[in-house]
């Protein structure tokens, strides 16, 4: 069983990943409606991940013999001005992803529990490529500025991406 602050920090993120999903479902939403379905793409599987990743934590919470306790989820309230302020708040959101994690893993180093900081060591190498991803698309975005044609052919590109679950389920009967 983990000790009580690593459960509730875990399970903290748990929920904060449900809501990383939300987040960027309303992103989504707000391109699709724009007339950008490649980016609305992106964020779609932006979306998928996180409930992957929300999925993984609640997994491990199980196998750790800890209850998941579900907490509210915060309805997104961000207005979008246009891509680029998608984008910042893209990499703002993944920034804060990033010291939340960081937090866990001290927290699993202070109380000696190495599985758990396996287990998280997992998210602190992939929040380098979430923030590394989410900056190249704001630099690209706020260069293209106005150029419609160019932001086009970027709205193309990003309709390739393909969901990929990094983490087949254990619970799974399949
Ligand atoms: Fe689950 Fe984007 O961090």
Redesign the pocket.
């Known amino acids: 069983m983990l000790k009580e602050n690593l459960s509730n920090a875990l399970n903290r993120q748990f929920n904060f ?1 449900l809501y ?1 999903s939300y987040i960027y479902l309303h992103m989504s939403a707000y391109c699709d409606r724009n007339g950008l379905k490649g980016f609305a793409n992106w964020l779609n599987v932006q979306a998928q991940e ?1 409930l992957a ?1 929300a999925m993984h934590m609640y997994e491990y919470l199980l196998e750790r013999g800890n209850l998941p306790v579900f907490a509210d989820i915060k309805a997104p309230d961000f207005k979008y001005n246009n891509v680029i302020d998608v984008f910042e708040k893209t990499l703002s959101h ?1 920034q804060i ?1 990033t010291g939340r994690i960081n937090e866990i893993a001290t927290m699993a180093l202070k109380e000696n529990d190495h599985s758990s900081y396996m287990f998280i060591q997992w998210y602190v190498n992939e929040q380098v490529e ?1 923030e590394a991803n989410a900056d190249i698309i704001l630099q690209q975005v706020k260069q293209i500025g106005e150029n419609t044609s160019m932001l086009y052919a970027l709205d193309k590109e990003l309709s390739t991406r393909v969901f990929i679950n990094p983490f087949p389920s254990k619970l799974s009967t399949n």
């Open positions: 990943e990383s996180e990743h993944e992803v979430e």
